[in-house]
């Protein structure tokens, strides 16, 4: 039984959203962060970095307490209104190729800890430090948990028949998204949505690991005080056939002293090799591997050596590991290991050439998407994926709403 609550919001007012909502802090270049704090001083980036230029010089502790002043700067320009009422939100996200629809909601840090919501990715202790103490300076979150839930047609007819209603924002952004937003205020909807969440038995968490982690760590160091906001933390739940599953491909620096035929040499023990050449190659299903070297593209189709693999080792991601990056290339962590980079697969593969054409890296590797059965399976099963092996949309836009604490 899956409980999501209903929350007073903080939101842009309707004529300012389009100005104050922005993609992820990280995704932005030195360029453009620098372009948009220049030129637009609505823009939810001077919020999460204020002191943008001096980021390397100031404390976390002065950084987060910036946060916290140029956020209450926002609210006290009326540039921020807090909702008089709880309520739900459904949200549209609608890109050049696919439409995202979810619902906006608090849940709950005991359905978290009762592995109701489920995971499927290991989380860095001192990201999850990082992030708690950034909510507990900052008094608020802006980045919600995606979460799947299994397709409901009841929720799927409601979600239909809501978007026929007047919504409080339509805008449309400069990547060529357009962003809608309805608000579900009445008890009668409200009531409604609890009792269709309470008959699913379990929920997955697709992206956002390091956030719930943070807001269970959180909970628990401030449990006393009865704060009943930190009982559970902001999340858009979407249908799991409504998520898109990119791959992240790899790159490496070096072959870890093989030379190109050594190394060919000891993939042929695990994969069928075929050349592919100037071919921009890409995998066509599990248990196949994309390859760049030496100006060459390979097709790597993989011998499954074990007639009743696990969950875990069935993973493509898992394959590579196993058979390739740690036992030839010789690495190990792959989360610290600086020979190693992540290129999301929802890139062009030409990215991947160009890095290994221009010298910096040897080798690319590129893999097929897994698939939210193989999400759901590893997180039944107690089982973490290796890091970074899938990139998943939608995204979020930054300051569209704020979970105060």
Known sequence: MSKIIPFKAVRPTPDKVALVTCRNYDDYSPAELASWLDFNPYSFLHVINPAYVHSQKITLDKRFKGVAHKYQDFK?????????????????????????????????????????????EDTLQYRVEYFKDYLQQTGFNTEPVLITYPDNPEINSWISEKKKEQP??????????????????TDAEITWLENQFEKIPELYIADGHH???????????????GNEHLNNFMSFLIAESNVKIYEFNRIIRDLNGNSKEDFLEKLANHFIIKSKEQELWKPQSKFEFGMYLDGSFYALFYKQETKNPSILENLDAQILYDKVLQPILGIEDLRNDERIEYIPGKQS?????????????????????????????????????????????????SGLMVYEL
């Open 168 to 185: 409080i924002y339509h805008f449309s952004t400069t990547n060529k998204e357009k962003h809608t937003l309805w608000k579900i205020e």
């Open 76 to 120: 006290n320009d009326g540039v921020f209104l807090e909702d008089e009422k709880s309520a739900f939100f459904l949200y549209e996200i609608q890109t050049k190729n696919q439409t995202f629809t979810g619902i906006v909601a608090g849940t709950s840090i005991e359905d978290y800890k009762n592995n109701i919501i489920k995971k499927h």
């Open 349 to 397: 593969i030409l990215t991947i050439k160009e890095l290994v054409d221009e010298g910096e890296f040897e080798v690319g590797f590129m893999l097929y998407p897994s698939d939210i059965s193989e999400i759901k399976a590893l997180a039944d099963n107690n089982l973490i994926m290796p890091p970074k092996s899938t990139y998943i949309e939608p995204k979020f836009r």
């Open 211 to 225: 956030r719930s982690a943070s807001a269970e760590l959180l909970y628990d160091q401030n449990v006393a005080l």
